[in-house]
C-alpha cells in the first residue's frame, strides 16, 4: 500500500479546484504528487498540473463536505441549484465564476474522458450530479429560482444517475430539457402522479 500523503501535500491536494482539480505549487511539489499518482502534468501548454481521480479521492476525504447549498462564505464555488435560502450575490463577479467552472468541468471532460469528448460528461459529474445538471443549467444563462424570483430548481432523485429539474412554466422546462441535452445528458419531461407537477428527469449519456 501506497504512502498516505504528507500534510503538505494535503494542503495542495485540498486548495485544487473544486470542479477541474487544477493544481498550484512548486514544480518540485506538483512532480511529488504525479509521482504518487495524486495529479498528472498535462501534455498541452501550458502544461498545468490536475488531480486523478485518485487525488480527487484524497480531497473529497480531506475537504468538509460542501452542502448544495452553501453558505455565502462557503469560500468554495458552487452552482446554483435553486431555492438557496442564502444564494451567492449576483453580477459580474458571479458570470466570471461560472464562466470559469464551466470551461474548468469541460477540460475536466477532455481529460478524464477515454476519448477526450467534451460533449459527453464525465466521472466527476456521475457522482455531483446535482452539481454538475446545475452548472450546466446556470452556465447556459437560466435563472435559478431564490426567495423573490421563480427560476429552476435542480433535486436528487431516488433513480440512480438521475436528476429532477422543476421549473415555473412549460416553455422553462422545455429550455432546461434543452439546455441540458447540449450538454451532454438525456432528458426528458415526466409529471408527478400525485401533484401532475411536471419536470425533467435528466441522466448523463454514456455514449
Given at each position: 500500500?501506497?504512502?498516505?500523503p504528507?500534510?503538505?501535500?494535503?494542503?495542495?491536494?485540498?486548495?485544487?479546484?473544486?470542479v477541474?482539480?487544477?493544481?498550484?505549487?512548486t514544480?518540485?511539489?506538483?512532480?511529488?504528487?504525479?509521482?504518487r499518482?495524486?495529479?498528472?502534468?498535462?501534455?498541452?501548454?501550458?502544461h498545468?498540473?490536475f488531480?486523478?481521480?485518485?487525488?480527487?479521492?484524497?480531497?473529497?476525504?480531506?475537504?468538509?463536505?460542501?452542502?448544495?447549498?452553501?453558505?455565502?462564505d462557503?469560500?468554495v464555488?458552487?452552482?446554483?441549484?435553486g431555492?438557496?435560502?442564502a444564494?451567492?450575490?449576483?453580477?459580474?463577479?458571479?458570470?466570471?465564476?461560472?464562466?470559469?467552472?464551466?470551461?474548468?468541468?469541460?477540460?475536466?471532460?477532455?481529460?478524464?474522458?477515454?476519448?477526450?469528448?467534451?460533449?459527453?460528461?464525465?466521472?466527476?459529474?456521475?457522482?455531483?450530479?446535482?452539481?454538475?445538471a446545475?452548472?450546466?443549467?446556470?452556465?447556459?444563462?437560466?435563472?435559478?429560482?431564490?426567495?423573490?424570483?421563480?427560476?429552476?430548481?435542480?433535486?436528487?432523485?431516488?433513480?440512480?444517475?438521475?436528476?429532477?429539474?422543476?421549473?415555473?412554466?412549460?416553455?422553462?422546462?422545455?429550455?432546461?430539457?434543452?439546455?441540458?441535452?447540449?450538454?451532454?445528458w438525456?432528458?426528458?419531461?415526466?409529471?408527478e402522479?400525485?401533484?401532475?407537477?411536471?419536470?425533467?428527469?435528466?441522466?448523463?449519456?454514456?455514449?
Open positions: 500500500m501506497s504512502r498516505p504528507t500534510a503538505a501535500q494535503r494542503r495542495l491536494i485540498e486548495a485544487a479546484d473544486p477541474s482539480g487544477r493544481l498550484r505549487g514544480e518540485a511539489q506538483l512532480a511529488a504528487l504525479v509521482k499518482g495524486l495529479a498528472f502534468r498535462h501534455p498541452r501548454s501550458p498545468e498540473h488531480l486523478t481521480p485518485a487525488g480527487h479521492r484524497i480531497r473529497e476525504a480531506v475537504v468538509p463536505e460542501v452542502t448544495e447549498e452553501p453558505a455565502p462557503a469560500g464555488f458552487a452552482a446554483r441549484v431555492g438557496e435560502e444564494p451567492p450575490s449576483t453580477g459580474p463577479e458571479r458570470l466570471r465564476e461560472v464562466h470559469s467552472a464551466w470551461q474548468g468541468l469541460l477540460e475536466l471532460r477532455r481529460m478524464t474522458n477515454p476519448d477526450g469528448t467534451v460533449d459527453r460528461p464525465c466521472g466527476w459529474e456521475r457522482t455531483h450530479l446535482v452539481r454538475a446545475a452548472l450546466a443549467l446556470e452556465a447556459a444563462g437560466h435563472r435559478p429560482a431564490g426567495e423573490a424570483a421563480e427560476g429552476y430548481r435542480v433535486r436528487a432523485t431516488p433513480q440512480p444517475e438521475a436528476v429532477a429539474v422543476y421549473a415555473p412554466d412549460a416553455e422553462s422546462l422545455a429550455a432546461c430539457a434543452a439546455t441540458l441535452e447540449r450538454a451532454g438525456q432528458a426528458g419531461e415526466y409529471t402522479p400525485r401533484t401532475r407537477v411536471r419536470y425533467v428527469l435528466a441522466s448523463p449519456r454514456r455514449v
